[in-house]
């Protein structure tokens, strides 16, 4: 049914049609409508046989999972920004035990400073945790892949986190396809744990593994994440003749095939990106662009095999390891470590920061001429940086960096100068 709907009341209505058994919840912006909407339907009985568990943080949201996925019952959570955080301890646990829990999380930057807006910092913080991350593109993408994340999940017996830029697709409305309850059952069987907790026939979960037999139990987790590799083309092939679409498989290539300049991306920036692209190619650029869907596990040889004809990659993404550069662009370069295509690595959008058409051409434009320093922060005022640089030079006792930044941008008064 076409519905013209926010994006978190889409997913929300996702997930109901996975029939969820237990439901459990923290609010934190920018997901805090997906739970709400949940926690509505449960109580007016729209979900049924599913109990709805309002607790008090998110380490008690995944902790709550991971008990009900231990005692057989599909579960559901979602996070976002320092709720990522402060779960983490038990991010870890579930992947470690092997729980197919499935999360949500709307992507928002990690503080200090505060910032409530999207970049993809929570998602990158748990990005070795152990559980699949799939990252969306558009509201469409986000109620599909979530359908096909249970069913990932639970043939794999590991957790899946389906990552949607926050605001930007969280609290954008737009016309989505809901699916009908008989598709959702036909894709996806009733739940069957590999591992159950059951009196009748006792089992340890998360029992103390010493080094004799710690390496093989973590290169299992790694080989179920290669196993995800053929299992995520071969859903989506089923999930398309039962739905009639495409959600895109490991990666999606847009005009990419023999371009000699390839822009790797992740989430809802590609849409703005490819009306740039366009553009570029009617005035004559070879280039064209691929999503990343599977971030983890990682498409290795999907994107070596994309890339076989380009002479250079782009990497764009939302993140940015500290004292380090591009984390996505350092698993491209891993990627392709034996192949002759340079890797340009471009930082933007930290915080919410709008990327906009004329910004992506421009940089697009150096890019295709080699000519984009490494890594290459977008749309950043250097100006700013050096003038706090310079204040820590004469100023013993500078003051907070973020507070500084704020002055000089004029968001607070009585700026403090040197």
């Not at 990252?135 to 994340?149: C, G, K, L, R």
């Not at 037999?213 to 859903?235: C, G, M, N, Y």
């Not at 930082?347 to 290459?376: C, Q, S, Y």
Request: glycine share 8%; hydrophobic share 45%.
């Amino acid at each position: 049914m076409l519905k013209q709907v926010e994006g978190s009341h889409a997913v929300a209505e996702a997930v109901a049609l996975c029939r969820p058994e237990v439901i459990s919840a923290y609010p934190i912006t920018p997901q805090t409508h997906i739970v709400e909407d949940l926690g509505t339907m449960v109580k007016a009985g729209a979900i049924e046989n599913c109990e709805f568990m309002l607790v008090e943080s998110e380490f008690g949201a995944l902790s709550a999972c991971i008990g009900s996925s231990a005692a057989g019952a599909r579960s559901y959570t979602a996070t976002s920004s320092q709720g990522m955080l402060y779960m983490m301890e038990a991010v870890y646990n579930a992947s470690g035990m092997g729980l197919p829990i499935v999360m949500t999380v709307g992507n928002r930057a990690i503080g200090a400073p505060i910032n409530i807006w999207n970049d993809w910092g929570d998602s990158m913080s748990a990005r070795d945790g152990g559980w699949l991350q799939l990252f969306v593109e558009s509201n469409q993408q986000a109620v599909d892949v979530h359908i096909q994340a249970f069913r990932l999940a639970e043939e794999l017996s590991l957790p899946v986190m389906v990552c949607m830029d926050g605001f930007i697709l969280t609290h954008s409305y737009s016309q989505v396809d809901i699916p009908d309850q008989t598709q959702v059952d036909e894709f996806l069987p009733a739940f069957e744990p590999r591992q159950v907790l059951d009196p009748a026939a006792p089992l340890s979960m998360g029992a103390m593994v010493g080094p004799e037999a710690f390496t093989e139990v973590r290169f299992l987790s790694h080989q179920k994440q290669l196993d995800a590799l053929e299992l995520i083309p071969q859903q989506v092939s089923k999930f398309e003749a039962i739905f009639g679409r495409d959600s895109g498989g490991l990666i999606k290539q847009f005009d990419s095939a023999g371009a000699e300049t390839v822009v790797i991306t992740m989430g809802s920036v590609i849409g703005t990106m490819k009306e740039v692209l366009a553009g570029m190619r009617a005035d004559g650029h070879s280039i064209g662009a691929i999503t990343i869907r599977s971030f983890r596990p990682f498409p290795s040889e999907a994107l070596r095999e994309a890339l076989k004809d380009a002479k250079r990659v782009i990497v764009f993404e939302k993140c940015l390891a500290v004292g380090m550069g591009g984390i996505v662009s350092m698993n491209v370069r891993m990627a392709l470590q034996d192949s002759p295509q340079s890797v340009h690595s471009v930082i933007g959008g930290l915080g919410g920061r709008p990327i906009t058409r004329a910004g992506l051409r421009r940089m697009f434009e150096k890019g295709v001429v080699d000519e984009l320093e490494e890594p290459h922060f977008h749309d950043i005022d250097m100006a700013i940086v050096e003038r706090e640089l310079e204040r820590e030079k004469v100023q013993r006792c500078s003051g907070s960096i973020a507070e500084n930044i704020l002055h000089d941008v004029g968001m607070v008064a009585a700026a403090k100068t040197i």
